[in-house]
């Protein structure tokens, strides 16, 4: 993923008002990431904890090669955390396995007329949404697992995009 500025971190929001994408708390360690390792920047906001942001490239509209000149940004936010620590939830995004509360649902409303009825979307990814770095063996879940698989990271890398691609679709 290529790096963001902040303005294109807020001018990708689609199913939240203008308003609402200049005011959300945006990560202070921007310039820090690891984008060439990033499938999607996604954070939590320390003000709001049951918020989370996130921005993944996308085909800007009317692009005729469908490649990656665009970015798509979408709020979410995480169910109530139910499940005990001996309890272990599968990421829907990246597959990780995490103990306790390692994998949230996170639910956003859809973009346009459908937001504006109350429809939504939901998935369970990881709650530090660090599912790019852990396809990458970046990094380790704390208490999970990932499983041992046939194929090979790049394989991972994009199945892991297509489950993004899907769930943003949805969204949209």
């Not at 708390?25 to 999607?40: C, H, I, N, V």
């Not at 995490?98 to 956003?108: D, E, P, R, W």
């Not at 790019?132 to 970046?138: A, E, T």
């Amino acid at each position: 993923m290529r790096p963001l500025s902040e303005t294109d971190i807020r001018t990708s929001f689609v199913n939240c008002s203008k308003g609402e994408a200049k005011r959300l708390a945006l990560p202070r360690d921007l310039a820090e990431r690891p984008w060439p390792d990033l499938d999607f920047l996604g954070w939590r906001d320390p003000g709001a904890p049951d918020r989370a942001y996130l921005v993944a490239p996308w085909p800007a509209a009317g692009g005729a090669d469908g490649g990656e000149d665009g970015v798509v940004g979408v709020t979410l936010r995480l169910a109530a955390q139910q499940r005990g620590f001996l309890h272990r939830n599968m990421c829907s995004l990246c597959l990780t396995t995490h103990g306790g509360n390692g994998v949230s649902l996170m639910t956003g409303r859809r973009a346009g007329e459908a937001g504006r009825r109350g429809d939504s979307v939901g998935a369970y990814i990881c709650t530090d949404l660090a599912c790019s770095l852990y396809v990458r063996g970046r990094k380790t879940p704390d208490t999970g697992t990932r499983l041992k698989e046939t194929l090979t990271v790049e394989e991972q890398v994009e199945r892991t995009r297509d489950k993004l691609t899907a769930f943003l679709t949805r969204l949209l």
